[in-house]
């Protein structure tokens, strides 16, 4: 027992710091995949609700592609895309070789990814607002862009919560894969102090328990927004 | 019923797909699939295809045996949460909180290198039968996927067992069923076919939850195409292969569990 309150300490002989530093990046890496999952996921639904023909099939292949080939294959194929392209533009402009920063790289691959399910969850959400305050909206004349802000975002802000609430475990949960691509998150921080120390179940256990942690955590505040996303709306339960 | 019914939508498929639009992108991916294979270095293919062959195997196998372990273990999983009592609610609902709580990854290097780490100290396990086997990789990618399977599925089938229609229970109770002909009869089918279509979307996320144990050194589909990266340098010929074989089983997933939710009575009320 004091052993391994030794082994989890913060400061040097302990390997506390490291995991809570693979922590940081991991919730950084989530929330910004999170945060560019959801633009494209917005502009995606838009897309596959309004969009013309083509624009509507180009969606429905790219969210089909993603959502069928292991997240894994597709963190390997936009890494090293990612870094061809970025390295090619780079030699254009006669540079040398760019090193790509971990956080910034994880955020881009994952972002498209989750940007495939936020599409889904979005276009359904939007779907999901009662034709008839659309049409009200139309009536008085609102232009499009201003009907989008006060109409349509706040009234499927409360059908699309528990989607994204899924959307944004995964995101955290997913961060995990990149330690196979070898960025310094919470999974490969702490394989690595467990290879170094040999205790294997301490730390892993460990581990488990600050993802625990963060999906707990993150289920309280999804709660609160859900509360207040459908303020307003009847319940079914107090009827 | 069931086949003119998939007869009627195969035909529908096939007539959206002749629109114009369609013909051109479907052009266009045929252009891009032979400039694929004209312009890309595919020199590595004969050699390392028997490879290949055996790591779709692998990765076949693990599928479908974690999934069939998974669910028996999810549908006690699931009864103990919908009308168990608290002592066995409580420790089910915390199985699946942890399961769906922590990446896989994660559970599969605990399983991996923590028990792997803690069996051999004890020498009863090193002496027993089991050992030969306890020395190998896939006992615990199988042990993994299976626990993560029955997490997932658990909270699927709770849903399930509950939305069943009291009146079918009663119904059953009325006319003198024993409750265990009760439940194999009346209670479980009718869950598992309100469940059909999210245990069809689970599946295929299994299917993508495949590749992680390639890390405990399973040479499964994935592990194939980092083989051939690692041996060769080529990067995306063997991972492009890799996408469109994973997009195949995820199809057939789809179809299959297409044509069994289109077999036996309509459910939709």
Known sequence: MEQTLELLSLSPPGWGANLLRGLVNSIQIALGAFGFGLIIGFFGAMGKLYGSPWVRDLLEVYTTVVRAVPELVLILILYYAGTDILNNIAGAFGRGPIQINGVAAGIWVLGIVQGAYATEI????????????????????????????????????????????????????????????????????????????????????????????????SGVIFGRIEKWARRGQPSHRSS | MGTARAAVASQLMIRAMLIPRRLIMLGLFAAFVVWCVVTMDWSWLPRYAPLALSGLWVTIWLLVVTIILGFTLAVPLGLAQAIGPWYLAAPARAFCTVIRGTPLLLQIWLLYYGLGSLFPQFPWIRESELWPYLRQAWPYAVLSLTLSYAGYEGEVMRGAFASVQKGQIEAARAFGMPPRKIFFRIWLPQAIRSALPT?????????????????ITIVELYAVAGRVRQDTFIIYEPLLLLAAGYLVIAGVITLGFRWIEGRGPNMSR
Not at chain 1, 160 to 176: C, R
Not at chain 1, 188 to 205: H, I, K, S, V, W
């Open chain 2, 199 to 215: 245990l069809g979307g689970e599946t295929i996320l299994q299917l993508k939850a495949t590749p992680l144990v390639a890390t």
């Open chain 1, 122 to 217: 979005l276009r359904g959400a939007i779907r999901a607002i009662p034709p008839g305050q659309t049409e009200a909206a139309r009536a008085y004349g609102m232009p499009r862009d201003l009907m989008a802000r006060r109409v349509t975002i706040p009234a499927m802000t409360a059908f699309a919560i528990p989607g994204l609430a899924n959307l944004w475990l995964i995101a955290t949960k997913d961060t995990a894969l990149l330690a196979v691509v070898g960025f310094s998150e919470l999974t490969l921080e702490t394989r690595q102090a467990a290879q170094t120390t040999r205790a294997y179940f301490t730390f892993f256990l460990a581990a488990g328990f600050l993802y625990l942690m963060v999906t707990l955590f």
